[in-house]
């Protein structure tokens, strides 16, 4: 099956191969692509400069695709693929205590595969994980948080074959004056609508991360799915 993929950007990216991006990034050293034109634009400008929203097709057929939004996996997979490539400020005590339990019980297998796709994690979400870790907000509130500011999913390819199936087709300016102010509006918009989550009252169901910890959750819970 053949996508369209945008990946925004300072610059044309008309050759894009292994060894781009930042090995911190959400999954890893990868390249990172939406399946949203207007997030490229978005993603290609900042305060300061404007950008470039490039356009590519991808043949994923006999791809290996990690699909983290397909069933199979839950929220928990997604956070604990997060703790191990973005960096978490954390030292005391409980948060540190999560961050070990999630990577232990919940890290999926995904360095081997050639494309993965899921969540975004950009400042407001990263704050939602943090938030999560330090057992602020519930499960469920985290889950509803990620659907917050509209961000869709994200496509990293990351192996050489899934490099050799990207083609790259065009790219387009990306005026930063149009598209900071939209990025900016998205990001208050869905820390605003955080903030009205925090500010419920706690369900009496609600599950915490420690609650997960205390009851020793495991990886195939039906109660994460």
């Known amino acids: 099956m053949k996508i ?10 008309s050759n894009p191969g292994l060894g781009m991006g930042n090995p911190a990034n959400d999954y890893g050293p990868g390249f990172y692509c939406t399946k949203e034109l207007e997030l490229a634009y978005e993603w290609a400008c ?3 400069h404007t950008g470039f929203a490039n356009k590519y097709e991808l043949d994923t057929d006999g791809l290996d695709i990690l699909y983290l939004n397909d ?16 960096f978490f400020d954390i030292t005391a005590p409980l948060p540190a205590r999560a961050k070990e ?6 890290l999926p297998d995904y360095k081997s595969r050639d494309l993965i796709i899921g969540y975004r994690a ?8 943090k938030a999560f870790l330090n057992n602020t907000i519930s499960l469920e509130q985290l889950g509803r948080a990620m659907r917050l500011g509209y961000l869709g999913e994200q496509v990293v390819v990351r192996s050489a074959a899934a490099y050799e199936a990207l083609y790259y087709l065009a790219s387009a300016l990306a005026d930063r004056d ?3 102010p939209r990025r900016m509006a998205r990001d208050a918009s869905a820390r605003k609508q955080f ?4 500010a419920e009252d706690a369900r009496m169901d609600a599950v915490y991360i420690f609650d997960i910890i205390r009851q020793n959750w495991q990886n195939d819970d039906p109660r994460l799915r």
């Open 101 to 106: 339990y999630i990577l232990t019980h919940f």
């Open 46 to 48: 900042t305060d300061s």
């Open 4 to 13: 369209e993929l945008y990946h925004g950007s300072d610059k044309i990216v």
């Open 195 to 198: 903030r009205d989550i925090q």
């Open 122 to 129: 950009d400042d407001s979400y990263f704050s939602f994980a």
């Open 71 to 86: 069933g199979r996996y839950h929220l928990l997979n997604w956070l604990a693929i997060l703790l191990e490539n973005r």
């Open 178 to 180: 149009i598209f900071y």
